[in-house]
């Protein structure tokens, strides 16, 4: 199984990328969302990567972070959603998205990925609902795709870009981990913290605590 690749981007095509590893090129399909967070031909790009197996078919897909990579191997095991419909959705919505959509139960947001209709968008949100928390949780952690070790396997690499870390990821996962100790269910815990930082993207952890304790407090 191939998880991760480090080489030279020899071309671009509308939905994939070729990958020059030491002589070896890797035909890696990728989301519009991932295409455009890579560098151009020329230089050197690092994916994660994710292998399809069928019987008369290997493919690989690629990924700019681990929670990007995750979601997709998570989207895939719905029902109904094959590798393109995946892409479609992240590329859409990306994997804060993603999150954000499904701790809301928003089937909408997914709903408006390419080829997606709304069946199988309320059939994602159900699926993956408990999955959101942890997803949520992984923000904050996610490794940079392009490492110093990885960079390598290129005799002359190219200035390397390195991805931007999500808004607030780190204050999400510590607000979730604190609503958990509070008794709080990883699913009200992830809707409410997630439609929080929906509205104050830039919020620190006491900040998104307080916004998401509001937000689940009873209704009179």
């Known amino acids: 199984m191939i998880g991760k690749i480090t080489g030279r981007i020899d071309y671009r095509a509308a939905d994939h990328v070729l990958i020059d590893v030491r002589g070896v090129g890797y035909l890696v399909f990728c989301s519009e969302r991932t295409l455009a967070a890579l560098p151009p031909v020329g230089e050197v790009a690092a994916v994660y990567t994710d292998m399809l197996v069928q019987e008369t078919n290997l493919q690989l897909f690629g990924f700019t972070t681990l929670a990007e990579k995750e979601w997709h191997r998570l989207l895939i095991s719905v029902q109904g959603i094959g590798a393109k419909a995946s892409l479609a959705i992240l590329g859409a919505l990306g994997p804060d998205g993603v999150s954000r959509a499904i701790a809301l139960g928003d089937w909408n947001a997914v709903k408006a990925a390419k080829g997606v209709g709304p069946k199988i968008a309320q059939r994602v949100v159900m699926d993956l609902k408990d999955k959101a928390p942890a997803m949520m949780a992984m923000g904050g952690t996610v490794a940079e795709a392009l490492g110093d070790a990885e960079a390598e396997v290129i005799e002359t690499p190219a200035p390397r870009r390195k991805p931007a870390p999500a808004p607030n990821a780190s204050a999400q996962s510590e607000a ?17 913290v997630a439609q929080a930082a929906g509205e104050a993207p830039d919020a620190d952890t006491p900040a998104l605590i307080r916004a998401a304790l509001k937000l689940l407090a009873p209704r009179e």
């Not at 979730?176 to 409410?192: I, M, V, W």
């Open 176 to 192: 979730l981990s604190a609503l958990g100790n509070l008794g709080y269910s990883p699913g009200d815990a992830a809707g409410a």
